[in-house]
T-cell receptor, first 118, second 110 residues
Framework: ETGVTQSPTHLIKTRGQQVTLRCSSQSGHNTVSWYQQALGQGPQFIFQYYREEENGRGNFPPRFSGLQFPNYSSELNVNALELDDSALYLC?????????????????FGPGTRLTVL | GEDVEQSLFLSVREGDSSVINCTYTDSSSTYLYWYKQEPGAGLQLLTY?????DMKQDQRLTVLLNKKDKHLSLRIADTQTGDSAIYFCAEKGSQGNLIFGKGTKLSVKP
């Protein structure tokens, strides 16, 4: 158990709809990263939030957006869903520190949300 | 560019050692990770290694790093059926993200 939770577990939507996925980070962590894992592939980085600001973004279109709240939990929003958005969405929490340039920042993953777009 | 490559499948007999290999491209990566994913589940961190090390051992797991060749391996001693899963190698990207390979599916036969 990593202490990272995600909701819902499964979700079915139709093309063109919008979806919101939620993630609660591990206690003491201040950073949340979101990944998309298509079937048979490794996770692909969507974006990262640190102290409520987007702190990095992968190669995903603007219809993928996010939020981070003061308690460091996070949401991933996807608008205008496409069939190819069907995937497992993973969030990972970590503790980012400024001092010392420490890049260890180990990421701990939640169980994921399985999104199916019909 | 940043990229991670792994072989896709590995099959071993219970009790044997498993060796999963990975190559990465970013020579500035400071940390490299191994994650395990069981069917329908999220990713479980197994171990990591800092780039100034060439080996790390943690119980049945041994990580070897050849920084010159950008090659990372994970050895699982005395492999058990419960080790059957997909294993991902990951390097830390420039944005603080993880860059994953496609995963190696380990099958352990009794």
């Amino acid at each position: 158990e990593t202490g990272v939770t995600q909701s819902p577990t499964h979700l079915i939507k139709t093309r063109g709809q919008q979806v919101t996925l939620r993630c609660s980070s591990q206690s003491g962590h201040n950073t949340v990263s979101w990944y998309q894992q298509a079937l048979g592939q490794g996770p692909q980085f969507i974006f990262q939030y640190y102290r409520e600001e987007e702190n990095g973004r992968g190669n995903f279109p603007p219809r993928f957006s996010g939020l981070q709240f003061p308690n460091y939990s996070s949401e991933l929003n996807v608008n205008a869903l496409e069939l190819d958005d069907s995937a497992l969405y993973l969030c990972a929490s970590s503790l980012k520190t400024i001092a010392g340039g420490d890049r260890k920042e180990t990421q701990f993953f939640g169980p994921g949300t399985r999104l199916t777009v019909l | 560019g940043e990229d991670v490559e792994q072989s896709l499948f590995l099959s071993v007999r219970e009790g044997d050692s498993s060796v999963i290999n990975c190559t990465y491209t970013d020579s500035s990566s400071t940390y490299l990770y191994w994650y395990k994913q069981e069917p329908g589940a999220g990713l479980q961190l197994l171990t990591y290694i800092f780039s100034n090390m060439d080996m790390k051992q943690d119980q049945r797991l041994t990580v070897l790093l050849n920084k010159k060749d950008k090659h990372l391996s994970l050895r699982i001693a005395d492999t058990q059926t419960g080790d059957s899963a997909i294993y991902f190698c990951a390097e830390k990207g420039s944005q603080g993200n993880l860059i994953f390979g496609k995963g190696t599916k380990l099958s352990v036969k009794p």
